[in-house]
């Protein structure tokens, strides 16, 4: 199942939301990226789940 499709099944109002921040932004927003901005917005308390997606991979050469 698609990441898109699974999101609209889980959780209708949060897509719903980030469509409309997409067509607020006339497509320059990305769905994956409006759909963590929407549901940031619902729901505070997951930024940090949304911080943990764009974190720099650890490349394993620190020292």
């Known amino acids: 199942m698609k990441l898109s499709a ?3 099944l889980l959780d209708p109002a949060t897509s719903l939301l980030a469509l409309r ?3 607020q932004e006339s497509g320059r927003m990305s ?3 409006a759909w963590r901005l929407a549901r940031v917005t619902r729901h505070p308390d997951e930024m940090v789940y949304r911080h943990h997606g764009h974190l720099a991979e650890d490349c394993g050469d620190e020292r």
Request: aromatic letters at 22%.
């Open 6 to 8: 699974l999101r609209w």
């Open 21 to 23: 921040l997409r067509t």
């Open 31 to 33: 769905y994956d990226a």
